[in-house]
């Protein structure tokens, strides 16, 4: 179990190193994919506009409830808060429509340099004054070039304009035109045209170095327009117990951002406290409207009294008379609060009947009305339907929460409607006695002289008047009072300041760690799924991980177009890895002296032919006899290469049509013979298989020191097994990128268990490049050198003749 173990051990460690080499071999991938990606993330970062965050903070203060709404004054408004329902508040359109029509945002600035756009806002070098009564086109882009301290170039060139008018907030339904304008003007000067009127002042941030000649533009936008932009912003608690919202906007201006969201919260406190002021207002404006009427009275009774007084000598009433008018002023100051509510019930009657804006009701306790459960379910209408109002901004009228509230209000408006009339019966109630008791009063002063007696007559008239006018206007003072007295029920906590403003895209660190882990991923992604998905041989470890069989060398790719590589370049380093070949085939076959030596394949174009014949022209060179026989009797090639006639061959000889001497022909290299295929003969395998052919062998082991055999593919005939009794050595060719895996492992899978003796793999067509740092390490320094490819004289013509071909012609 333990040398298991430590063989997996070894295997792991093995594969890792493996793997660690195959990713070393592409170091200028990883360098070129780092470079690109860094790159690629400087430019990003660099071109791309800057976008900021900033933020407010808003302090929900904690509001009393319903039942604290009911004392004297007009806190009715001060009402719970829901945080919910002040987010979408603050988030409605309505609240950001309020603000960007009172902000400015109706002309944006815009300046372009090294291909960025940049909006100037306040750092404008001028600024556009529209005429809001002219309606203006929108979306326009005006062109401005400043020329001098004193004119600008303006230009414009847009189809299908539309136009705005800002002073009733709505864009015109008039058909789109085509506007073209080029003009040189004065700062200062209105700009008068069919369609657009303004001027271009200059301000105080004009700098004639830096403006004059610079180009600028300038665009339109409506209130709409400006709502929808300004309206993505996002609100937040700071944590959950707390009341306080944080209100975050994201945009290229800092500056910009921070004035609307400056402006956006002063208008929702000012939005809050005109909620708790507009009761106080509808009271006052109900007490002004009743105050004209009583003031006339009062006015004319109290001629009336002073002309009497003049035309009539009036005695002085005598105590007890005086004491009996008193009370009578006492009962109508009484009857004066009871007039007004009355009144103040009965409006209030005919505006639940009348009216669905149920949030402006006024609180009874504003005119003295002091019923409790009319008070309280006042209020509690008012409280449901102002929650109704918020709800419906940001949900269905099918929310089964409004259809609650609608049951709510409804049942509230009923219960408030059946109070005020219970109301209006108790002071009708209480005015009959008040105005029995003032009878009996009157009654006895029936008794007084006439002119006394009308004198209080008058005096009564004035006095009722006159109490009904002091009530209304000390109703009047309590509820300015309340108005003026009333602060907002929120405030903000931090404003925005664009000092804060912070960049949250492009986010520079973060972007090159990602083009550092790209950089990094991808060459591994690549080498890694390349070898996953590639089918073919292309290292030492493919073949190691196949078979065990020794690899006897490789033969490094040739550039040139001769088939004898050997002969025509024998100091290259192709011919120097056959001769490696050849050293080790001693060591295969224990120095033995005479030798024959198979070449295969597993299929077709792996190079068979042509390692065959510079195989044994390396041979020959060595200045050994030696033979190279073509016994691909199915497709002969030798003869197309070696330029010898095909008319006598291996064939002929097998069928008795040739003698021995017929067949074999010499080739231009010394020392070097050759036996083609000859004619294609029907049966190849049985042709082998004959006793002519053990004969063959015989005759030429005798003749020769080294036979080198050129088969058919293994892979597809048996011909190379049926010839493998006559061989000391079978050399299984791969080509690299070329032979399959699968296939090549099949085939040698079948010659392993046939247990054939000396099989060697040779690798042919290896390329030297980058990609294929394995092969040219491993083969070249343990087999012959081939490490140092450029190291030969003839490689280094052929490198500069083909120097442009192998850096981009390779894989």
């Known amino acids: 179990m333990e040398d298991t173990f430590q063989v997996q051990e070894q295997q792991q460690s093995t594969d890792f190193k493996a793997i660690f080499f195959k990713l070393f071999r592409y170091w200028y991938l990883f360098v070129l994919t780092l470079f690109i990606a860094l790159l690629i993330a400087f430019l990003f970062n660099k071109y791309t506009r800057t976008v900021y965050e900033v933020a407010t903070t808003v302090l929900l203060k904690d509001q009393a409830g319903p039942q604290e709404m009911i004392g004297i004054g007009f806190g009715f408004g001060n009402r719970g808060q829901n945080i919910q ?65 004193e004119h600008y170039k303006l230009e414009v060139k847009e189809e299908n304009v539309k136009f705005y008018d800002y002073s009733h907030r709505k864009v015109l339904d008039r058909k789109p ?48 327009a400006l709502t929808e932009e300004f309206k993505g912003f996002n609100i937040s608690t700071l944590n959950k117990d707390a009341s306080i919202l944080q209100i975050k906007i994201k945009g290229y201006n800092v500056a910009k951002l921070s004035d609307f969201l400056n402006a956006l919260t002063k208008e929702y406190i000012e939005r809050g406290l005109e909620k708790k002021n507009l009761a106080s207002s509808r009271t006052i404006a109900f007490i002004d409207h009743e105050l004209q009427g009583i003031s006339d009275s009062l006015s004319s009774s109290e001629d009336e009294l002073k002309t009497f007084r003049e035309n009539n000598e009036i005695m002085d009433l005598n105590d007890e008379t005086r004491q009996v008018f008193d009370k009578m002023v006492e009962l109508q100051e009484q009857k004066a609060a009871l007039v007004v509510q009355s009144k103040f019930l009965a409006n209030l009657k005919e505006y639940l009947e009348k009216n669905a804006a149920l949030d402006q009701l006024i609180m009874p306790s504003s005119m003295g009305v002091n019923d409790g459960a009319l ?154 799924g390349k070898d996953y998905m590639n089918d073919k041989i292309v290292e030492r470890e493919d073949v190691e991980k196949i078979t065990k069989i020794p690899i006897i060398g490789h033969i490094i790719h040739s550039d040139t177009m001769s088939s004898l590589v050997v002969m025509d370049s024998p100091k290259s380093s192709i011919a120097e890895s056959f001769r490696s070949i050849r050293t080790n085939l001693q060591y295969l076959l224990k120095g033995q002296e005479k030798q ?135 050399l299984i060719l ?39 740092y394995g092969y040219g390490y491993g083969y070249g320094y343990g087999y012959g050198y081939g490490y140092g490819y450029g190291y030969y004289s003839e490689d280094r013509k052929i490198e500069k003749k083909s120097a442009f071909k192998r850096i981009f012609g390779r894989s």
């Open 734 to 772: 791969v080509r690299q990128n070329y032979t399959h895996k699968k296939v090549f492992a099949s085939i040698v899978k079948d010659l392993e268990q046939r247990k054939l003796p000396n099989l060697a793999i040779m690798i042919n067509d290896v390329r030297l490049g980058r990609s294929s």
């Open 177 to 224: 035109v085509k506007i073209i304008y080029d003009g040189t003007i004065n700062f200062g000067k209105e700009i008068v045209t069919p369609y657009f009127k303004f001027r271009i002042v200059r301000n105080s941030s004009f700098d004639p170095e830096k403006d004059i000649k610079r180009s600028f533009y300038f665009q339109l936008k409506d209130y709409d």
């Open 596 to 730: 024959v030596i198979l070449l295969t394949s597993d299929m077709v174009s792996a190079g068979k032919t042509f390692c065959s014949m510079n195989l044994a022209a390396i041979f020959a060179m060595y200045g050994k006899k030696t033979l190279l026989m073509g016994f691909d009797l199915r497709k002969p090639k030798i003869f197309k290469d070696a330029g010898l006639k095909t008319d006598a061959g291996i064939s002929s000889y097998l069928i008795n049509k040739s003698s021995l001497e017929d067949i074999i022909q010499k080739s231009s290299v010394e020392n070097m013979d050759i036996i083609l295929a000859g004619p294609v003969p029907p049966n190849p395998s049985e042709l082998i298989a004959s006793e002519k052919c053990t004969e063959l062998f015989t005759r030429l082991k005798e003749m020769y020191d080294f036979i080198i055999i050129d088969t058919p593919p293994i892979g597809l005939v048996t011909d190379a097994f049926l010839l493998m009794k006559f061989t000391d050595a079978n």
């Open 375 to 528: 008070n309280s379910l006042t209020a509690e209408l008012i409280k449901a339907y102002a929650t109704r109002k918020e709800m419906i901004q940001y949900s269905k009228e099918k929310n089964p929460t409004i259809k609650t509230l609608d049951i709510q209000i409804e049942t509230a408006k009923n219960a408030v409607y059946e109070n005020i009339k219970k109301a209006v019966a108790t002071n009708k109630f209480t005015m009959n006695d008040l105005d029995e008791r003032i009878n009996e009063i009157l009654s006895k002063m029936n008794q007084l002289p006439e002119t006394q007696r009308v004198l209080i007559g008058i005096e009564r008239k004035y006095k009722l008047t006159d109490a009904i006018y002091t009530y209304l206007l000390q109703k009047r003072s309590e509820a300015q009072i309340t108005q003026a007295s009333n602060l907002p029920d929120n405030e903000v906590l931090d404003k925005s300041r664009p000092d804060a403003g912070t960049p949250v895209y492009p986010k520079t660190s973060t972007n090159y760690m990602i083009a550092l882990i790209i950089g990094l991923i991808l060459p591994v992604v690549f080498v890694l």
């Open 85 to 149: 329902n002040e987010i979408g508040v603050l988030s409605s359109r309505s609240i950001v429509f309020r603000t960007v029509t009172k902000i400015g945002y109706e002309v944006s600035y815009f300046s372009e340099e090294n291909f960025i756009t940049s909006e100037l806002y306040k750092d404008s070098p001028f600024f556009v004054e529209l005429d809001t009564a002219f309606p203006q086109p929108l979306n326009v882009r005006f062109d401005l070039t400043i020329l001098s301290r």
